[in-house]
């Protein structure tokens, strides 16, 4: 009787969208209802191979390719399909994922010897006593409120700018799936758009850089709109910038632009929607934050930190 009842039901699930059938290797996705791959576009698909090829490469360190085999040659078979779909939609083929994944597809049969071996560097010795430099390069760090007369000429800012979203794409990212997007604002009546949503020490900073997140890349792995994931990879790339910034000794203010924070008025909401309408920021894109950057003023008083005592659980 169970077994009687196990197809049809199967067969029920598949239609539905909640198993993955078989015979459809082509459908693809982690989590059901699974998206057809020439359904997906190409910066999921790119996402996806990335994710996948980072979940084989790791498998190595993890010691587990061997006896999960099926499940790694089955990712390498995901891999190969979207590489045939991405050729056929005429992608560089110097696209850095491409290359990238090819290189572990290339390897597959042997990925210590023919990838982990090959691309790997020797470590540098450890110094323990340097952490104590990069806490007090944290420490020094202020969020700035209040600008220079002085700034970088707009082409410097843009520069700066450029800098540090390549130090945001180093960032880690969960499954490597790198879904950041950003928008750089030096342009005066661009940075007017956020007036009433965001406070003046930010629409009067020198440069602004929008950090929104490709809701896509995350659906299409679990459906899942809002997987944590989304907002940490956020979080660390936007501490990159930070950072970078602060090398130069320009400040910086993060300055939240959440969907909780647009959404709780409508005006807020009508503000967001102009900006994304004059930015060309697509509705897929999940907004995180806006980075004010410029020449500080003056550093602000160091706010109250808890001790490292009592951060720690016992
Ligand atoms: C997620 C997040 C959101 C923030 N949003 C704002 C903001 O909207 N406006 C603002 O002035 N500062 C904002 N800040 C900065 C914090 O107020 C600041 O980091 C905190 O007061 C500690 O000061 P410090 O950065 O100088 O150490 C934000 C910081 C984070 C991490």
């Known amino acids: 009787m169970k077994k009687l009842l196990k197809k049809p039901l199967k067969k029920i699930l598949i239609k539905a969208g909640l198993k993955m059938d078989p015979a459809k290797q082509y459908l693809y996705s982690s989590v059901p209802p699974y998206k057809l791959i020439t359904n997906l576009t190409e910066e999921e698909l790119l996402s996806l191979m990335r994710h996948e090829a980072h979940r084989i490469e790791k498998s190595i360190y993890n010691d587990i390719f061997e006896s999960k085999f099926n499940i790694y040659n089955e990712k390498a078979k995901r891999i190969k399909e979207i590489c045939k779909e991405l050729e056929q939609r005429n992608l560089d083929e110097n696209e850095p994922t491409l290359v990238w994944a090819k290189q572990i597809l290339t390897a597959f049969n042997d990925l210590k010897s023919n990838f982990i071996e090959p691309y790997s560097k020797v470590p540098q010795s450890y110094d323990l006593s340097k952490a104590q430099e990069y806490v007090d390069f944290v420490q020094q760090r202020r969020s700035v409120r209040v600008w220079h007369d002085k700034q970088p000429s707009k082409d410097e800012l843009e520069a700066l700018a450029d800098q540090c979203i390549d130090a945001a794409r180093w960032a880690p990212s969960s499954g490597n799936r790198q879904p950041w997007q950003f928008k750089v604002l030096t342009e005066q009546q661009d940075k007017d758009l956020l007036k009433k949503i965001k406070e003046e020490h930010c629409t009067s900073a020198p440069l602004l850089i929008f950090i929104g997140m490709d809701r896509r890349l995350y659906g299409s792995l679990s459906l899942k709109q809002f997987e944590t994931a989304l907002y940490i990879d956020a979080g660390a790339a936007i501490m990159n910038m930070v950072g970078t910034a602060q090398s130069t000794g ?43 950057i410029g020449a500080p003023a003056y550093m602000p008083p160091t706010p109250a930190r808890v001790k490292v005592q009592s951060l720690k659980i016992v």
Do not use: Q
Request: with cysteine; net charge negative.
């Open 250 to 292: 320009m400040g910086t203010c993060w300055n939240h632009f959440g969907r909780d924070m647009i959404d709780s008025r409508e005006i807020n909401k009508k503000i967001y929607l102009n900006f994304c309408e004059h930015m060309a920021i697509p509705d897929y894109i999940e907004p995180v934050a806006i980075l004010a």
